[in-house]
C-alpha cells in the first residue's frame, strides 16, 4: 500500500549547528580526592544546522488533508528544487520579510526534485587536473518546482495554515541529510542487500515516508518487500 499522507511540522531536530556557539556552561564537582574537589565544565550547544538562507516560496493551493480539520496540505512553488535529492530533507518556513519571525521546519513530503550526484570520474593527473581545478564546479541552473507539506494545526501556526493561494512566504535552502537509504539498502553493508524493508510513522510523521515511497529509491520488488505501520489518534486524522 502506498502512504497517505503529505508532509510534517518538525518540532524538534537531532541536527547540531557545529559553529554554534555555547548558550550555556555549567560545572559540577565529580570527584574528591586526597581533600581536594575536582570539577567538570560542560559546554552545551545548539543550533538547528546552518543558518538559513532566503528565498521566496509562494502557496499554489492549501486544502483540509484529513477529516477532522487537523492539518491542511499546502503545494508551494519554489525558485529552485534541486537540492531536494534525499527523501527525509526539510525546509524552514517563515512568514516573509519578517527577521524575528520564529520559521517553522518542514520536512517535503514530495518525492526528490533534484537528482542524487553521480559518483566522481576518476582522478584527473597533471594539467588536466589543474585545469579543471582552476575551472571549478559546474554551476547549476536553478530549477523551480512545487513542494508538498502536511502541517498539523496548532494554536500559533495559523499564519501559514490559513494561507491562500498566492500568498508568499521565505523559505530556506534544503537542510539535513535526509534518509541514506542507498547506503544501507544497497550493497554489502550487512553482508547482502537489504530484502524486508519496514517504515514506521505517527501522524505528520508520515510525510518523508511519503516522500521515500514514491522516490523509488527504496528499490521495492525483484524480490524485496516493504511493509508500512502508520498511527493515528483516530481514523478521522488520517490524511
Request: charged letters at 15%.
Amino acid at each position: 500500500r502506498g502512504a497517505l499522507g503529505f508532509a510534517p511540522s518538525l518540532t524538534s531536530s537531532p541536527l547540531v549547528r557545529s559553529n554554534a556557539a555555547p548558550v550555556a556552561t555549567t560545572t559540577a564537582p565529580i570527584a574528591k580526592q586526597h581533600g581536594v574537589v575536582a570539577s567538570s565544565t560542560t559546554q552545551l550547544f545548539m543550533g538547528w544546522g546552518p543558518d538559513p538562507i532566503w528565498s521566496t516560496g509562494t502557496v499554489e493551493s492549501n486544502i483540509q488533508a484529513c477529516p477532522s480539520g487537523s492539518c491542511v496540505s499546502i503545494k508551494m512553488n519554489v525558485d529552485d528544487g534541486t537540492e531536494f535529492i534525499y527523501p527525509g530533507q526539510y525546509v524552514q518556513v517563515k512568514i516573509a520579510g519578517d527577521d524575528e519571525a520564529k520559521p517553522a521546519f518542514l520536512a517535503i513530503a514530495s518525492a526528490p526534485s533534484g537528482e542524487v550526484p553521480k559518483p566522481p570520474p576518476p582522478a584527473k593527473k597533471g594539467k588536466a587536473a589543474e585545469a579543471d581545478a582552476a575551472a571549478g564546479p559546474e554551476p547549476s541552473a536553478p530549477v523551480p518546482t512545487t513542494w508538498e507539506f502536511l502541517i498539523k494545526k496548532t494554536d500559533n501556526n495559523d499564519w501559514i495554515t490559513s494561507a491562500a493561494a498566492g500568498a508568499t512566504f521565505d523559505v530556506s535552502q534544503v537542510m539535513g541529510g535526509g534518509f541514506p537509504m542507498a547506503e544501507n539498502l544497497e550493497g554489502f553493508k550487512y553482508d547482502f542487500p537489504t530484502q524486508n524493508i519496514l517504515l514506521f510513522a505517527t501522524g505528520s510523521g508520515i510525510a518523508p515516508i511519503r516522500s521515500a515511497i514514491e522516490s523509488d529509491q527504496l528499490g521495492i520488488g525483484g524480490g524485496r518487500t516493504c511493509t508500512l505501520y502508520y498511527g493515528v489518534r483516530t481514523p478521522d486524522d488520517m490524511p
